[in-house]
């Protein structure tokens, strides 16, 4: 099975990994050698559920396919509490692809994104604003319409793949825990402004929120405000960010900035990173090594 990207992605990054961060041969190792071992795992990865009520979402396709499996893998180890997964395809996950995920992780609900409507269109028919984007719009940014109204659950979280969890995520446990009293998301290090169609931009509130991880309860999930939000941008012209548009919806709290981070090292304390496009050489340099080898001894035949 392809795990890389084209070779120009791949050059960029092994690029990056030698003369911006000079640690190329870990890079080397981490990328090609280290990460490629999870997919040969023969047992499961997933644990069993600990409540009915609790959906958790990630959206993934081939080019980061390898990544989400660490990620999975990573949240795996620390969440202790655990409900449906969810694995939405963008469209270019195979057979292959499928079948790692059902072996590795045998209970989750896998979507595809291009069969959604087809199967799933329905759903929306009370919403002619929402029905109208997810039928024309083709990006992964419709993966907030297929999360949010597959999930059937009470309680909902949406991670990336581009996550590793390092710590138990308490802030996350104990709101779930309450019954999720107010919204959560991580939060950008800096404000990622979005521009209406009116040349208005999104204001700090809205800007400050990264989508990496979202967090609420089903009724939260505020349908006036995704249409008014919609109505608002020109997702068929300027650039639309799904980031505003869930923060918009949701009005969320914000998890700790020195804990749920997107830059900085990983100290003792630090629950999760998000290694975003710009840092995807972290992931394996700055992150995956420290805690594959946690990951992997349990599968580890001796």
């Not at 980061?64 to 969440?79: E, K, N, P």
């Not at 998890?255 to 090292?265: F, N, R, V």
Request: hydrophobic share 40%; net charge positive; charged share 30%.
């Amino acid at each position: 099975m392809k795990t890389w990207l084209s070779p120009r992605g791949e050059l960029r990054h092994i690029l990056r990994a030698f003369f911006y961060y000079r640690r190329g041969l870990l890079y080397l190792k981490m990328r090609f050698f280290i990460a490629p071992c999870i997919l040969r795992i023969t047992k499961p990865l997933e644990k069993p559920k600990t409540r009915d009520d609790f959906s958790m979402h990630m959206f993934f396709g081939k080019r980061d396919f390898l990544m989400g499996l660490w990620s999975l893998a990573s949240f795996y180890r620390v969440m202790p509490e655990l409900g449906e997964l969810f694995l939405h395809s963008d469209g270019t996950l195979d057979d292959r692809h499928r079948a790692v995920l059902r072996r590795l992780f045998p209970s989750a609900r896998i979507e595809d994104a291009r069969e959604f409507m087809a199967k799933h269109g329905r759903l929306l028919d009370m919403y002619p604003v929402l029905k109208r984007f997810r039928e024309t719009y083709t990006r992964f940014q419709v993966r907030i319409v297929d999360q949010h109204f597959l999930s059937g659950k009470k309680y909902r979280l949406f991670i990336d793949s581009d996550l590793l969890w390092f710590r138990e995520p308490q802030e996350i446990v104990e709101t779930l825990r309450s019954g999720i009293p107010t919204p959560l998301m991580m939060s950008n290090a800096t404000c990622v402004r979005m521009t209406f169609r009116d040349g208005r931009e999104t204001d700090d509130v809205i800007s400050r929120p990264n989508g990496g991880i979202a967090f609420y309860r089903e009724d939260q999930f505020n349908i006036a405000r995704a249409t008014e939000f919609l109505e608002k941008s020109d997702y068929r012209g300027k650039r639309f960010g799904d980031q505003p548009w869930l923060a918009w919806i949701l009005r969320p709290a914000l998890l700790p900035e020195d804990t749920y981070i997107i830059k900085g090292a990983i100290t003792e304390r630090v629950v999760v990173r998000h290694y975003t496009a710009p840092q995807r050489p972290k992931f394996y340099l700055l992150g995956l090594n420290l805690i594959w080898r946690a990951i992997l001894e349990p599968y580890v035949r001796h």
